[in-house]
T-cell receptor, first 110, second 115 residues
Framework: DQQVKQNSPSLSVQEGRISILNCDYTNSMFDYFLWYKKYPAEGPTFLISISSIKDKNEDGRFTVFLNKSAKHLSLHIVPSQPGDSAVYFCAASGNNDMRFGAGTRLTVKP | EAGVVQSPRYKIIEKKQPVAFWCNPISGHNTLYWYRQNLGQGPELLIRYENEEAVDDSQLPKDRFSAERLKGVDSTLKIQPAELGDSAVYLC?????????????FGPGTRLTVT
């Protein structure tokens, strides 16, 4: 059962523009959400997180938005840079469980 | 600070052969995870340790998979015998404590190919 879904397997944006990556979850027990970035031949690296008591968390060019009623979160990258090209995984945690989405491959074109 | 170390990075074996993966977590991290990541999918938890204790192994195929974390530091994941469907990347991660507001730090993974 896919409790965390990233419906867009890939996304391509121009350098300098905004990248928006989306994630949906089904389990209302999840109360902490994370985004990981993965380069080829490396393990995922933590990027940014948000607790369910918040609806927004910002860290530099990266902002995560959480809509609990819709069970939806998104990652905004502004401005996008070619070095941001990677696979981005959404993860949801709660009740001693963590689930990952299938990932979205972001390509930022110079 | 050293990250999570895994070895080997790549392994090719024939089906029915045994294979073992090793992981050394970040110093001081009590919680250790083993994940399997199939192509085009996200990581799926196999087993989670709190110190030496396996607190969640519900997704570990126990007929062929085994894991240990002696002394609560490094860990070994074994498959015996391997099947074609076991081809995947096996990721080890560690965190200060269990799931919750504690980020997991991943190693580079071991890419297993079973032929």
């Amino acid at each position: 059962d896919q409790q965390v879904k990233q419906n867009s397997p890939s996304l391509s944006v121009q350098e300098g523009r905004i990248s928006i990556l989306n994630c949906d979850y089904t389990n209302s027990m999840f109360d902490y959400f994370l985004w990981y970035k993965k380069y080829p031949a490396e393990g995922p690296t933590f990027l940014i997180s948000i607790s369910s008591i918040k609806d927004k968390n910002e860290d530099g060019r990266f902002t995560v938005f959480l809509n609990k009623s819709a069970k939806h979160l998104s990652l905004h990258i502004v401005p996008s840079q070619p070095g941001d090209s990677a696979v981005y995984f959404c993860a949801a945690s709660g009740n001693n469980d963590m689930r990952f989405g299938a990932g979205t491959r972001l390509t930022v074109k110079p | 600070e050293a990250g999570v170390v895994q070895s080997p990075r790549y392994k090719i074996i024939e089906k029915k052969q045994p294979v073992a993966f090793w992981c050394n977590p970040i110093s001081g991290h009590n919680t250790l995870y083993w994940y399997r990541q199939n192509l085009g999918q996200g990581p799926e938890l196999l087993i989670r340790y709190e110190n030496e204790e396996a607190v969640d192994d519900s997704q570990l195929p126990k007929d062929r998979f085994s894991a240990e974390r002696l002394k609560g530091v490094d860990s070994t994941l074994k498959i015996q015998p391997a099947e074609l469907g076991d081809s995947a990347v096996y990721l080890c991660a560690s965190s200060l404590r269990g799931t919750g507001p504690y980020e997991q730090y991943f190693g580079p993974g071991t890419r297993l190919t079973v032929t």
